[in-house]
């Protein structure tokens, strides 16, 4: 039952969604790279919670701290552990759910899979459990800029039945970055964030 992603290049995402932390390890990542908690932190700060109204409300800082594999700013060819501490975690807001399966959740099937769920939040079902996803890719995407010249650049394309279709040679981060759900189409981005904001409870 092994929740490690990649060969050559491994992840191991950790923590529940409302234990006391998250975050990665990554192995294989080679020496003197060049990487330090600022460069994780702008990737985690792009994801962090209650930044608009089509995410997440709750309150949590996603402040990166690097425990192991990295020494002034450059790796040493040994796991990195990037561990981000959970501030808003309630774990008595899910006491009514320990012996209930929430529909369209992972509850059930975590139960079925492991035997035991982590009821508090989702557990390792939650879309917090991406922060640890977020840190990693952090540290791939600096390798692959420095070792390859290789820019990652990714949008929405969907929502519900709401698509678009860019030009992909044409798409920048900036563009990206100009609303809130993400999507480079202004006219597509204006009906997914509308949609968004609808189903929001």
């Known amino acids: 039952m092994s929740s490690t992603i990649g060969s050559a290049f491994r992840v191991t995402p950790f923590g529940e969604s409302h234990g006391p932390a998250v975050g990665a390890v990554v192995d294989g990542c080679p020496s003197l790279l060049s990487i330090d908690e600022g460069v994780v932190q702008k990737e985690l700060d792009r994801r962090r919670p209650g ?17 192991s594999g990295v020494l002034d700013g450059k790796t040493l060819g040994t796991p990195i552990a990037m561990l981000v501490r959970n501030e808003d975690a309630r774990s008595r807001d899910y006491d009514e759910l320990q012996h209930k399966y929430r529909p369209s959740h992972a509850d059930y099937t ?27 890719g952090a540290v791939a995407q600096t390798l692959l800029s420095a070792r390859w010249g ?15 279709y860019v030009d992909a040679s044409s798409v920048s981060r900036l563009l990206v970055e100009e609303n809130i759900v993400r999507c480079p189409d202004p006219s597509a981005a204006v009906k997914m964030i509308n949609e968004a904001v609808r189903r929001v409870p």
């Open 150 to 164: 290789v820019e990652i650049v990714a949008w929405v394309s969907a929502v519900q039945d709401i698509e678009t």
């Open 110 to 136: 975590y139960d079925q899979k492991y035997g035991i769920r982590a009821w508090s939040g989702g557990g390792r079902a939650s879309a917090r459990e991406t922060v640890g996803r977020v840190a990693a």
């Open 51 to 67: 930044q608009s109204e089509i995410v997440t409300q709750r309150k949590e800082g996603d402040k990166v701290e690097i425990l």
